[in-house]
Every structure is written in structure tokens, then in C-alpha cells.
């Protein structure tokens, strides 16, 4: 990903003051284990990359709020976003998995936890786990309409993270079901969700629009990496005005109807890309 650079837990301090410099409110935290296998074992260790840097913000940066993504496609060694029996994802025990992620990272100090894997009542399950470990204060960003989307591609290069086999269609959204996606917001929201999320941004507009007309929680957009690398590739041919590419993405989501958007451009906007 251009643009993009993975950061060591020992900088993880450095890399927290420095964005707060830049005047950065929050971050969404991704990791990549020091090794993998079948049930993703590090993702939910005290020690993993994820729980450190959490620790780190909280420290250096208080006033940074902190999420997490929990997920296991980074730390299982076939790539999937859950365990596996046979060849298929196994829900149930993917979501005792993710309940223990999820507590981990409210260990470390996590504000809110975003499950991302898609498994069915993956918020119920989550909010579950959360409120009998006592972190009943923790958030939850749910990744309600989570598409099944051409647009991650970069994403799973830089976190290592592509499926080994198959794809992800049986259990994220299929881009042309809308009601699917809308079914979605309404089954998290009764689960417990504290903001419901669209994904990808652009290439789901529509859904956003239509969220914003049904829900009264706050709703997020992940202006995902396909959508940032798009428009990085296009300025560095001189297609594009960069800044103005930015600024008009980021205001045509919000117009949509995000009250939050999750963007890889943040650094860039907080110095000022794109301000009118
Ligand atoms: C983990 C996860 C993915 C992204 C965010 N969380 C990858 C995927 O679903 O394949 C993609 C983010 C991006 O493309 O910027 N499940
Ligand atoms: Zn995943």
C-alpha cells in the first residue's frame, strides 16, 4: 500500500506521540502476529503486537481514542476470518474466539472493539464475552454492511492477510444484496452495536444513505484501501488533484450520512489536504 508502513511494537510510543502531534483523535488498531496457525492463537495474547500498541497509546497518547479490529484472517495460518472444520468456517467457535480477542484487547485498554470476522451474532457474542469479563464500558464498532468487496486488495498485502484458499463470499455480504446489508444494521443494533458501519465507503453510498434514514446510532464508513490506493495511484500520474480527490471523497461519505469515517488519508487531512 502506498504510503502505508507497518510499525514494530517498540515504536509504537514514537508513533503515538507523533500522531498526536498532528493533531490525530483516533486510531483503529490492526496486527500482524509473529507467527500463525489453525486458530490464530496471538490474537488474543497479552503480549501480541495489537495489545502493545494498545498499551503504548494509552500511555503516551490518553487523549487518542483507541479501537481495535477483531478479526482472526491476520493470525491464522490459512488466512480465513475464523476456524475452520473442514474447509468451511466454523461460526460458533470462531465467535468464542473473537469474544476472547475482543476481551484481550479491553485488557490492554481498548476503547471500543470492532469485529470484523462477519460470523452470524458476531456483536451479541462480543458484547457478551466484554460484559462477563467486567468491560461493560467498552464499545463496540460493529462492521454491520462489511461487503464482499474488490477493494481490500492492498489491505491483505500489507497485514499478510489474504485467504489461502477460497474467498470470503460465504460469510461477508454480497455486494448486490442490499437488503442483506440492511438486515445487517438492524440485527447489530439489537445485539448491542454502539455505531454501525458501512464498508467499503464509496462503492456503498446507497447504504449509508439508507442506514442514516433507519437508525438513530452513529454511523461509521471505512474509506478502505483499495478506495486510498485508487486515488494515491491516480494523483502520482498526474490524473487526479490529490487534496481535491480527498476532500471531495471524504465529503461525499459524509453527506451520505457518516457521522465517522475511517480513513487511511487521516494523516494527510489533519495537515491540512484538502481543507477549504
Ligand atoms: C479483517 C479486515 C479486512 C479489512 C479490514 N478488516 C480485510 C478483509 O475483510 O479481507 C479491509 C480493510 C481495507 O481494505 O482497508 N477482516
Ligand atoms: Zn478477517
Known amino acids: 500500500m502506498p504510503g502505508i508502513e507497518r510499525v514494530s ?43 502493545l500498541a ?6 503516551a497518547a490518553p487523549d487518542i ?25 466454523d461460526n460458533d467457535a470462531t465467535l468464542d474466539r473473537l469474544g476472547s480477542i475482543a476481551v484481550a484487547h479491553a485488557r490492554a485498554g481498548a ?42 486488495g492492498p489491505f491483505r498485502e500489507a497485514e499478510d492477510s489474504a485467504p489461502s484458499f477460497g474467498d470470503r463470499a460465504g460469510y461477508q455480504i454480497d455486494p448486490r444484496r442490499a437488503g442483506d446489508a440492511l438486515a445487517a444494521f438492524a440485527r447489530d443494533a439489537r445485539e448491542g452495536a454502539d455505531i454501525l458501519m458501512v464498508k467499503p465507503a464509496m462503492p456503498a ?26 486515488i494515491r495511484a491516480a494523483a502520482s500520474r498526474g490524473w487526479l488533484d490529490e487534496p481535491a480527490a480527498i476532500s471531495e471523497s471524504i465529503e461525499a461519505i459524509h453527506r451520505a450520512g457518516a457521522d465517522l469515517v475511517l480513513t487511511y488519508f487521516a494523516r494527510q487531512i489533519a495537515a491540512g489536504a484538502g481543507a477549504k
Open 111 to 152: 476503547e471500543f472493539v470492532g469485529p470484523s470476522s462477519m460470523m452470524d451474532h458476531q456483536v451479541g457474542a462480543v458484547r457478551d464475552a466484554l460484559d462477563r469479563a467486567g468491560f461493560s464500558n467498552v464499545g463496540i464498532l460493529a462492521y454491520s454492511a462489511k461487503l464482499a468487496s474488490a477493494f481490500y
Open 205 to 230: 453510498l446507497d447504504l449509508l444513505a439508507r442506514a442514516r434514514e433507519r437508525f438513530d446510532l452513529p454511523l461509521a464508513a471505512y474509506q478502505v484501501s483499495g478506495e486510498y490506493s485508487m
Open 9 to 51: 511494537a517498540g515504536r509504537t510510543v514514537a508513533f503515538a506521540r507523533a500522531l498526536r502531534g498532528e493533531g490525530i483523535r483516533a486510531v483503529m488498531l490492526f496486527g500482524i502476529p509473529r507467527s500463525k496457525d489453525a486458530r490464530g492463537s496471538e490474537a488474543d495474547a497479552d503480549d501480541s503486537a495489537v495489545a
Open 65 to 89: 481514542v483507541v479501537l481495535t479490529d477483531v478479526c482472526l484472517c491476520a493470525y491464522t495460518d490459512h488466512g480465513h476470518c475464523g476456524v475452520l472444520r473442514g474447509d468451511e468456517v
Open 54 to 59: 494498545i498499551r503504548a497509546f494509552r500511555e
